[in-house]
């Protein structure tokens, strides 16, 4: 579906943001991108859809190289839905008008300049409803929540009907419970419309529950490569490293752990 | 004591900085009053002989003379198409412009140099210079006044725009792109929208500037109400000349007021 082939990518300042990495995305799959901030989440998924350039390697989609060509890259942008951390939305226009930019790929720029036909503005209607919002479609989307924009973020990428989905940090920004439904949300639709999702977080447990597959990054490297099962406490410590990131990342995340197992149980 | 040292220490640090600041400040005392003088203000036999033509000026400008108003009506109606045709010209040209002379979005960065280097040079030439050129080049009238007007503008307007525009949250931008849009839809699908009141803002500041700037235009023969006030002046008749300045106050007030509203129902 989408393959990743010894990229390597070096930003301006010489830094190396991902080293040489390898990965495949089956078709229908849920993929954490799992690894602290800074590890190169961030990279590998903007290479998956071209927003950062590799310096070296190739990205394919079936497709093919995704950038053989400015057409080639807007078809596959096409396709390829994305959600970001702080959801990038813009806060005058209304969430309907932002769901509408998912929609811009298919009209051409002069088109696009007028409304966009009935049938894109139901299509942006029915992505709302999917995410609960249809009744907040004509409100502003600075005057939403946190965890409502980031469903009009998901709303967005919907309304592209996409084969993928990328979401970078998706459930960062909102607290423990939200980003709890938000992300069961994101995972229930993806299972529904067979769509492949391609997830970064860095919550081992979110990772572990929501994760057909995980890749787990540090300093730019792919460092783990398998099922949620075999992600042991010696892989969190190659992933997170040792104690060294005292506060920002508690280590093997035991604290945060419990409380969401516990809660999964009540739930059961 | 260490202490009464540490505090010593602390207000001679005080003392220090504001010795400094005396000292800018008496610097700039003398500037403006070397820029007084310079250009004669502390000459007081001037202003001795000046003061009575002044007053005598006064006299004869009240009471305005609003005798001639209905030939007035329509070169002030001229005066505010002109504002409103110069302002319209001025938005279209300089909106691709400030799109190139936007660092964050334009295509290339020589052109962006270039296009803030030619929006430098229109703002830096005075819109009566051009009335001036413009009349010589199409004849009298509101037309050579509405160019001149624009073309001074874009300089201004497009140098605003393209800080509006550079100053626009990117998120937003790599959202449009991700999603496949063209670089032209992202402009117009998330630069535009993140930054239209401000645009909005400057162009109605810059329509109210517009109105008194055109009423001068009309001295150097480019149409308008200032066409009928240089008549006035040059016949001097005073009274004329006081009330053709009240009707432009009045219209400004009313301009402005307009503009103000819009840029409200615009936010």
Known sequence: ?268 | MSQSQTYATILAEERRGGFRRAALAATILLVCIAALWITGFFDGRRFADGLPALGQLATEMVPPDFGRWQHWLRPLLDTLAMSIAGTVLAVIISLPLAILAAPNISPNGLLCQVTRTLLAFLRSVPEIILGVIFVAAVGFGALPGVLALALHSVGMVGKFYAEAIEHVDPKPLEAARAAGATPLQVITHSVLPQVFPQLADITLYRWEYHFRASAVLGIVGAGGIGFELMAALRLIAYDQVSAILLSILACVVVVDALGARLRKALK
């Not at chain 1, 942008?77 to 702080?86: H, K, L, S, W, Y």
């Not at chain 1, 009744?135 to 005057?143: E, F, H, N, P, W």
């Open chain 1, 1 to 268: 579906m989408l393959d990743l082939d010894n990229v390597t990518v070096r930003y301006a300042n010489r830094v190396t943001a991902l080293e040489k990495a390898s990965a495949g995305f089956g078709k229908g799959q849920f993929v954490v991108l799992l690894g602290p901030s800074g590890a190169g989440k961030s990279t590998l998924l903007r290479c998956l859809n071209g927003l950062v350039r590799p310096s070296s390697g190739s990205v394919r989609s079936e497709m093919g190289n995704i950038l053989s060509g400015s057409a080639a890259l807007r078809a596959h942008r096409q396709r390829t839905g994305m959600i970001f951390q702080q959801h990038h939305l813009i806060g005058r226009l209304t969430a309907l008008q932002n769901v509408l930019m998912g929609r811009l790929s298919f009209h051409n720029t002069f088109r696009s300049l007028l409304p966009l036909p009935r049938a894109d503005r139901i299509i942006g209607l029915e992505a709302l409803d999917r995410v609960g919002l249809a009744d907040r479609a004509l409100q502003r989307a600075d005057q939403l929540s946190g965890g409502q924009q980031q469903r009009v973020g998901i709303a967005r990428a919907l309304a592209q009907q996409p084969h993928i989905i990328l979401a970078d940090e998706p459930v960062a920004s909102l607290d423990p419970a939200t980003a709890d439904k938000v992300l069961a949300l994101l995972h229930r639709i993806c299972r529904e419309d067979g769509i492949t999702a391609i997830v970064s977080l860095h919550q081992v447990d979110l990772a572990r529950r929501y994760g057909d597959a995980i890749y787990g990054l540090a300093g730019g490297r792919i460092v783990f490569d398998g099922q949620a099962c075999a992600l042991d406490d010696v892989m969190l410590d190659t992933i997170y490293g040792t104690a060294s990131t005292p506060s920002a990342q508690p280590g093997p995340i035991q604290p945060e752990q419990t409380p969401a197992r516990l809660k999964m149980a009540k739930i059961a």
